[in-house]
């Protein structure tokens, strides 16, 4: 598969990811011209920590096909697919919320509670509302309760 030239380069790789040293663990990297499961594994982990994620899944996808029996391999993969999924999960959600019937009004208080949508009167008071309890988390009023 690669031979065993690699094997240091990889430890002293390893410890510059260990130290967050992600940049230099990355181009180091690139310098290797044998790819093999492992150069995968640590691409995938200095790319992720560098924000390339499209390239850090592809290159942990690849060490797992590579090696599946792997356990680091697989679960460094479970683990971005997870948050992958949990991030889409919210950001669908938030732009649900967004998306609701109240005039693109995304305040957390009007999510998916707004019983009265037909009612112009209800609507309006919904919005008032909305804002004003908004206004307050910021330590404002807009409506004066006495």
Same mark, same amino acid.
């Given at each position: ?7 240091? $380069? ?5 410890? /510059? ?6 940049? $230099? ?9 044998? *790819? =093999?499961?492992?150069?995968?594994? /640590? ?6 920590? %560098?924000? !390339? ?13 590579? +090696?599946?029996?792997? $356990? &680091? !391999?697989?679960? /460094?993969?479970?683990? !971005?697919?997870?948050? *992958? +999924? +949990?991030? *889409?999960? *919210? ?10 019937? %109240?005039?693109?009004? @995304?305040?957390?208080? =009007? ?7 037909? &009612?112009?009167?209800?609507? +309006?008071?919904?919005?008032?509302? @909305?804002? &004003? ?7 404002? &009023? ?5």
């Amino acid at each position: 598969m690669y031979s065993n030239v690699y094997d240091n $380069k990889f430890i002293n790789i390893k410890e /510059l990811i260990d130290n967050s040293e992600f940049e $230099k663990a990355y181009n180091a990297l690139k310098s290797i011209s044998e *790819r =093999c499961s492992k150069w995968y594994y /640590l691409n995938s982990l200095s790319a992720m920590n %560098l924000g !390339y994620y499209e390239e850090g899944e592809e290159s942990i996808t690849k060490a797992s096909e590579m +090696d599946p029996e792997n $356990k &680091d !391999y697989k679960a /460094l993969l479970e683990s !971005y697919n997870f948050y *992958r +999924d +949990d991030y *889409r999960d *919210r950001s669908y959600n938030y732009n649900r919320r967004r998306r609701a019937d %109240l005039g693109g009004c @995304c305040c957390c208080c =009007c999510d998916d509670c707004c019983c009265c949508l037909g &009612d112009d009167c209800c609507e +309006d008071c919904m919005k008032l509302w @909305c804002l &004003d309890s908004c206004c307050e988390c910021f330590g404002g &009023d807009l409506v004066s309760c006495f």
